[in-house]
DNA sequence: CCTACCGATCGGTAGG
DNA sequence: CCTACCGATCGGTAGG
C-alpha cells in the first residue's frame, strides 16, 4: 500500500489550487502573492511548498486540471452521437455550463499561462488546440461549406470569442446568465456560419 | 508663449508609450520592469520619472490614449452618414484595421486596466462603455429587435468577443490578417442577428 | 509545521 | 534659475 501521503492530501491541494485560482484571477499571476494564498488558505506560507514545488507549478496545475476538464466535457457530448445542429447546441451550452463555475480557472487559462515556462505552456496550449478542433469538426458537420474556404478552424476561434469573451461583461448578480447566453450564441453563430457559406468570395458588404 | 517643456518632450514621451505598451503586452505589467522599459527606451531609469509620475501612470496613459483613438474612429463612422448595414459593417472594419496596428495598447487594455487605481480604472471603462454604446446602437439601427428584447448590450458585447479575442489567436504571420476577418465577422454577425430577431422566445435548439 | 531569515530585485529618488 | 539627465542607492518586499 502507498505510504507517506496522508489520506488528506489531494484534499488540501485541491483546496489551495482553487484557492489559488481565485487569487491569481483577481490579483493578476506576478501580483498575487504566496503569502496572501497562504493566509487565504488558512496555512503557512511554508506549507504551500509541500504540496506544490513553486508557484509556477500551481499555475500549471490550475490551466492543466481545466484544459483537461473541458477535454472531458467535449468527449461527453460526442458520446451522445447527436445530429450536427443539436451536438454543436450541446457543446456551446455544456460550456456555457461549466463557465459559469469556473470563471477563476478561465480567466488564469487566458491571462497567465504566458508566463509557464515553454514545455509546460505547449502542453497547456496543446490541450487548447484539441478543443479548438473538436469545435471546427462539429462546425464542418453543419456546415462544411467552411471547411472547403478554410475557414473551419478561424470560424472556431471566432466562436471562442463569442462564448469567452463573456468573462469580461457577464456578472453573476447581472439580469442574463452563462446559461441564457448559449441559445443567443448558438442562433447567431448556426445562422451567421450557414449564412457566409452560401456568400461568395467577394465582401458582402463595401465598407468604404 | 509657452515657456519650459522642450519641443521634444511630447515626442519623447510618445515614443516610451509606445515602448510601454509593447513590454507590457509582452511580459505583463507586474513583471515588467521599470528597469526593462528604460532599457528598451535607450534612456536612464530616472529619466523615465521625468516623463511619467509612477508607472501605474504610463499603464493609464496607454489604455486612455487608446480608448480615445477608438472614440475617434467610431466618430469617424458615424460622420459618414451610412446606411444601418454599411454603417456597422464599417465599425467593424475600421476596428480590424486599427487593431492590426495596436495589438500591444489592446492586450495591455485587456487584461491591465484592472492594475490601475479605481478612479482611473473608471475613467477608462466609461469610455469603453461609450464604444459598447455606440455598437449597440449601430446594431438596433439594422435590428431594432434586439432591443426590443433588451439583448442589445448582450449581442454587443457578443461582437466584441468575436473581434477582440483576434487578438488571441490572429498571428502577424499567418494566412488570414485582421483585415480579411472584418467580413466575416460581418456576415455571420449581421445574418445570425437578422435570425436571432426573428427567432421567439424559445431557445432554437433543445440541447439535452 | 512554524519563526526566522536569505539573495535578488522591485519601484522610486537621493545628491550633484 | 530652468530643463534635462546621470551613477548610485534608498526603503520595502518578492519568491523561496
Same mark, same amino acid.
Given at each position: 500500500? !502507498?505510504?507517506?501521503?496522508?489520506?488528506?492530501? =489531494?484534499?488540501? $491541494?485541491?483546496?489551495?489550487?482553487? =484557492? !489559488?485560482?481565485? /487569487?491569481?484571477?483577481?490579483?493578476?499571476?506576478?501580483?498575487?502573492? &504566496?503569502?496572501?494564498?497562504?493566509?487565504?488558505?488558512?496555512?503557512?506560507?511554508?506549507l504551500?511548498?509541500?504540496?506544490?514545488?513553486?508557484?509556477? #507549478?500551481?499555475? *500549471?496545475?490550475?490551466?492543466?486540471?481545466?484544459?483537461?476538464r473541458?477535454?472531458?466535457?467535449?468527449?461527453?457530448? =460526442?458520446e =451522445?452521437?447527436?445530429?450536427?445542429? +443539436?451536438?454543436?447546441?450541446?457543446?456551446?451550452?455544456?460550456? &456555457?455550463e461549466e463557465y459559469?463555475? !469556473?470563471?477563476? #480557472?478561465h480567466?488564469?487559462?487566458? #491571462?497567465?499561462?504566458? *508566463?509557464?515556462?515553454?514545455?509546460?505552456?505547449?502542453?497547456?496550449?496543446?490541450?487548447?488546440? $484539441?478543443?479548438? +478542433?473538436? *469545435?471546427?469538426e462539429?462546425?464542418?458537420?453543419?456546415?462544411? @461549406?467552411v471547411k472547403?474556404?478554410?475557414?473551419?478552424k478561424?470560424? +472556431?476561434?471566432?466562436l471562442f470569442?463569442?462564448?469567452?469573451?463573456?468573462?469580461?461583461? /457577464?456578472?453573476?448578480?447581472?439580469?442574463l @446568465?452563462?446559461?441564457d447566453? +448559449?441559445?443567443?450564441? %448558438?442562433?447567431?453563430?448556426?445562422?451567421?456560419?450557414?449564412?457566409?457559406?452560401h %456568400?461568395?468570395?467577394?465582401? %458582402?458588404?463595401?465598407a468604404?
Amino acid at each position: 500500500m !502507498a505510504r507517506g501521503k496522508a489520506p488528506t492530501f =489531494e484534499l488540501q $491541494r485541491a483546496a489551495i489550487l482553487a =484557492e !489559488a485560482a481565485h /487569487l491569481f484571477a483577481d490579483k493578476g499571476f506576478h501580483n498575487a502573492s &504566496m503569502a496572501e494564498l497562504a493566509q487565504a488558505c488558512g496555512v503557512s506560507k511554508p506549507l504551500l511548498y509541500h504540496y506544490y514545488r513553486d508557484k509556477e #507549478q500551481i499555475l *500549471f496545475d490550475i490551466a492543466d486540471s481545466y484544459m483537461d476538464r473541458l477535454l472531458e466535457i467535449v468527449a461527453g457530448v =460526442e458520446e =451522445e452521437g447527436l445530429e450536427p445542429d +443539436a451536438h454543436f447546441a450541446a457543446l456551446v451550452m455544456r460550456f &456555457m455550463e461549466e463557465y459559469e463555475h !469556473a470563471q477563476s #480557472q478561465h480567466m488564469v487559462l487566458v #491571462q497567465d499561462v504566458k *508566463f509557464l515556462k515553454q514545455d509546460e505552456a505547449a502542453r497547456v496550449r496543446d490541450k487548447q488546440r $484539441r478543443v479548438v +478542433a473538436a *469545435f471546427a469538426e462539429a462546425i464542418v458537420r453543419v456546415e462544411p @461549406g467552411v471547411k472547403r474556404r478554410k475557414l473551419d478552424k478561424p470560424v +472556431a476561434m471566432i466562436l471562442f470569442g463569442m462564448i469567452n469573451w463573456t468573462f469580461t461583461w /457577464l456578472r453573476a448578480d447581472g439580469p442574463l @446568465g452563462f446559461r441564457d447566453m +448559449a441559445p443567443v450564441v %448558438t442562433t447567431i453563430f448556426l445562422n451567421g456560419v450557414k449564412a457566409l457559406a452560401h %456568400t461568395n468570395e467577394k465582401k %458582402t458588404v463595401a465598407a468604404h
